[in-house]
């Protein structure tokens, strides 16, 4: 009842985190590289990475995860730019195509993939492109469509159908109470209409997946009203409507291609992988996939920072997202179509079954965004110690130390095991034993000599992909200055 009170507050306060989200979106873009000593609070373009991925975007998950989509209802920037574009655009019928319930799956993944691609977390301009990007569909798509709508966020949102889902676990949600709501007596009363712009059928609404949590329906005909309920009660609730669109976008996007992307720079295979094929290239005289002249929009390219993807990077980076994410996706249906084949309960179709893994997707993507926070925190020397706990399979006797300085992650010695799983755990001492060792193997793209020269401050486990000196010398990727330099 409040929001729906204080609607001319929310507004202001909807405003004011537009502005500052444009702030942090474009004037990075346009500075420096940040100095060697800058820090997170003298410097606004560490400031900007670290609020939006390391607090920004967890936050908003806790919030969808524990208050429903709050954010999405009162404080999302692009949800306000397209209703008040919508609201002074050409108020156009929203078309059939544009229903589609598959596109919010393929917005995630395109822009996930994307994000990979041009290393969003780390260089403004790549954030300008995405952020900026997106923000100017939702405005145009606003302008177009509906009148006071918001048709980006229903329709289109690359992360509505992330929040869709994670909001179902949620311990709030508005309650509808349908006997209130058909009252008859409320027929001799004039009640004012909501306008509910994510278009949710508020009267016959079952599920909380859609609604925004604005709260401008609260208390309307008496018989909306924000209420508890044990967190997951909608997985379990048969009334509630589950499509496929969002068992894929669970399974394929959220398990798999959003998993992937977070942990494909920590894969050693990878870099192994790499390793192989540029050998096999170079062997046959065959350069064009090793050659890093692609712009910045389409891969990482900043010579400045020594941080440039080949295109065969690109390709690899490619098909490990997509290919490993699906092949996650199809692995992790596998549990909700036999369960559902076993059953054979028409109320229990695979789609709902696999919602029962809403809460594993929340934390994983959770825990994913914290990666952010944690390596910016670790940078700054901040008391990360205790929250990075690295269950890292190091072996005493490993190479290079299991926990130096500069790692502020508490290893796990753990003598033994496979060395497979060794190499799997025990990434972030990998990172540094690329950095310590004496071999004549040296970093391709991205330094790590050991004081940082990325100010973005990435700790780039796998984009220091090594290639021998021959293979570079052939390549004629590096000039002798540059390969001295890195040789240094
Ligand atoms: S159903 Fe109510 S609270 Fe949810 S988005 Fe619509 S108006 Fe806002």
């Not at 822009?111 to 977390?121: H, I």
């Not at 977070?262 to 065959?286: G, H």
């Not at 980076?317 to 992790?332: D, E, F, K, Q």
């Amino acid at each position: 009842m409040a929001l729906a009170r204080h609607h001319r507050i929310i507004i202001g306060i909807q405003w004011f985190v537009v502005v500052f989200y444009l702030s942090l979106v474009i004037i990075p873009a346009f500075l420096p590289l940040p100095p060697e000593g800058a820090h997170l609070w003298d410097n606004l373009r560490l400031f900007a990475q670290f609020a939006f991925w390391g607090v920004w975007w967890p936050g908003v998950m806790i919030a969808t995860l524990t208050l429903g989509r709050v954010w999405c209802g009162l404080f999302c920037p692009e949800g306000t730019m397209t209703e008040w574009a919508s609201h002074r655009g050409l108020g156009k019928p929203v078309p059939r195509w544009l229903k589609w319930s598959g596109w919010p799956f393929v917005a995630f993944v395109c822009t996930t993939v994307y994000g990979q691609l041009v290393s969003v977390y780390e260089y403004p301009k790549a954030a300008l492109l995405i952020l900026g990007g997106s923000s100017l569909a939702a405005i145009s798509v606003g302008f177009i469509y509906g009148r006071g709508k918001r048709i980006w966020c229903r329709y289109l949102c690359p992360a509505s159908g992330v929040f869709a889902i994670l909001r179902k676990v949620a311990p709030l949600h508005y309650r509808v109470d349908r006997s209130v709501w058909d009252n008859e007596a409320h027929a001799t009363i004039a009640i004012k209409q909501v306008n509910c712009a994510p278009l949710v059928d508020i009267r016959r609404m079952t599920s909380a997946a859609e609604c925004h949590g604005c709260g401008r329906c609260a208390g309307h005909r008496e018989a909306v009203q924000l209420a508890p309920r044990i967190p997951g009660t909608e997985i379990i609730d048969l009334r509630s409507k589950v499509t496929t669109a969002e068992a894929v976008t669970l399974l394929f996007g959220i398990l798999g291609v959003a998993s992937t992307a977070f942990q494909w720079t920590m894969n050693p295979w990878l870099v192994q992988v790499k390793l192989k094929i540029a050998e096999w290239l170079v062997e046959r005289d065959s350069f064009a996939l090793l050659q890093d002249n692609a712009p910045w929009w389409l891969l990482t390219h900043y010579p400045e920072a020594n941080d440039i993807f080949t295109w065969l990077d690109g390709a690899l980076v490619l098909t490990y997202v997509v290919g490993g994410g699906l092949l996650l996706g199809a692995v992790l249906s596998l549990g909700p179509l036999l369960a559902a084949a076993i059953l054979r309960d028409q109320r229990l179709p695979w789609q709902r079954l696999t919602m029962a893994l809403a809460p594993l997707a929340g934390i994983s993507v959770f825990l994913g965004l914290s990666m952010m926070t944690l390596t910016h925190l670790k940078a700054e020397h901040l008391p990360s110690t205790g929250l990075a706990i690295c269950v890292s399979a190091c072996s005493p006797s490993a190479q290079a130390p299991p926990c130096g300085s500069r790692c502020a992650s508490f290893c796990w010695p753990r003598p033994g095991g496979c060395d497979a799983c060794r190499q799997w755990l025990a990434w972030p001492c990998r990172w540094r034993s690329c950095s310590r060792s004496g071999t004549r193997s040296f970093c391709l793209v991205a330094r790590n000599d050991g004081h940082d020269p990325n100010p973005i401050r990435q700790q780039p486990p796998v984009r220091a992909m090594k290639v021998t000196e021959k293979a570079i010398a052939k390549q004629k990727l590096c000039s002798a200055q540059k390969i001295d330099r890195i040789i240094e």
